[in-house]
């Protein structure tokens, strides 16, 4: 079982789907039924409370804040909002806590997709063998990884790049991965292995700019509709629909449904995984391909693009804002680089 609940996850489910604080006993017996949002999640809808008139009186008494918005994509549609407007929106509308869980489990197809994967992650079929599973962070050399992966077993891998979902992806692989975080996962039932790569996060975000800029240029026109600035790091972060891919600390919410560092740290030790560096990378495939028992355990170098904070004019000013915008993903970072390699199994 993937282990993510945290106590204030608890409470903050409590707080979203029936507008209260939940009871001392109500938190104790919660934390020894639920491991994940998957598990509270269906704990508290398919109760008789969510159904109630009292429930609905006070939730529609109540208005959203940032955090209940954020809880609330993280537990209906697996995932963080892309940017602050998806929050700013709501909260100027002075939108009612009953009308945002409700709008959020219409919004088809986002969370028709998260029930979807979410069923099959809890079938048989997927649990009749444990995982290694690639929690592939953009920029971080997965792509590398991935084809080793095929190199070695192409029949029993697969790797996502982009979204979507179908089950026969997955069916009788013995790794899977991609652009996923942990809790798009957390329905398994089995104790799967879970890898990834962490990089300095100034270096990864200067990497991602120049890589949407100079090398990704079949999805240059889309992204520059999204409010892609090349020019402008700055005015992507803010205008762009995809902000939180450069902010927000998204290395920990890959590895931990959380955008801090010490409830990564907790998460991480809760789990079996294996994380390294960029710069132990080498060390840290060699340890998953005497896992999986593949005999090439040689990465080869893919989709380089322009890196290094050398290759684009930002000044010291932009380069501390994207420092001090992913402090809690910095500390991350330090962690794993000061231990070379963790290994929780």
């Known amino acids: 079982m993937i282990s993510l609940l945290l106590e204030k996850d608890i409470i903050a489910g409590y707080n979203l789907f029936y507008g209260r604080e939940p009871s001392y006993g109500e938190i104790q017996s919660i934390s020894t039924s639920c491991n994940n949002y998957y598990d509270l999640k269906q704990h508290l809808l398919y109760a008789a409370e969510f159904e109630s008139r009292k429930r609905i009186r006070r939730t529609r008494s109540i208005r959203v804040n940032d955090r209940m918005i954020k809880y609330a994509y993280v537990f209906l549609l697996g995932k963080f909002p892309e940017s602050y407007k998806a929050c700013k929106i709501r909260i100027d509308k002075k939108m009612s806590l009953f009308a945002l869980v409700k709008g959020m489990m219409k919004q088809a197809p986002p969370y028709e997709l998260k029930c979807r994967s979410d069923r099959y992650f809890q079938s048989d079929?997927?649990?009749?063998?444990?995982?290694?599973?690639?929690l592939h962070i953009p920029k971080c050399a997965g792509t590398s990884f991935a084809q080793l992966a095929i190199i070695n077993d192409r029949d029993n891998v697969f790797f996502l790049r982009e979204g979507g979902f179908q089950e026969s992806w997955y069916k009788d692989k013995s790794?899977?991965?991609?652009?996923?975080?942990?809790?798009f996962y957390e329905a398994s039932r089995n104790n799967n292995l879970f890898v990834s790569i962490i990089r300095d996060p100034v270096e990864r975000v200067v990497s991602l700019f120049n890589y949407y800029k100079y090398v990704d240029i079949n999805n240059f026109d889309l992204r520059i509709q999204q409010g892609f600035n090349p020019d402008d790091i700055m005015e992507t972060i803010d205008k762009s629909g995809f902000m939180t891919q450069f902010v927000d600390n998204v290395q920990?919410?890959?590895?931990s449904a959380h955008n801090n560092f010490e409830d990564t740290k907790s998460i991480?030790?809760?789990n079996k995984m294996i994380l390294a560096t960029l710069e132990n990378i080498n060390q840290w495939s060699g340890i998953i391909a005497d896992e999986a028992g593949w005999k090439n355990n040689k990465l080869p170098v893919l989709n380089k693009g322009i890196s290094g904070i050398e290759s684009h004019s930002f000044d010291d000013e932009i380069l501390q804002y994207l420092e001090s915008h992913n402090?809690?993903?910095?500390?991350?970072?330090?962690?794993?680089?000061e231990k070379s390699i963790i290994d929780t199994r």
């Open 327 to 337: 402090s809690e993903d910095l500390r991350l970072f330090q962690y794993v680089k």
């Open 252 to 255: 920990c919410r890959y590895l």
């Open 175 to 183: 790794m899977i991965g991609g652009h996923r975080p942990i809790n």
């Open 125 to 134: 079929e997927f649990n009749s063998s444990q995982k290694i599973i690639h």
């Open 268 to 270: 991480i030790k809760r």
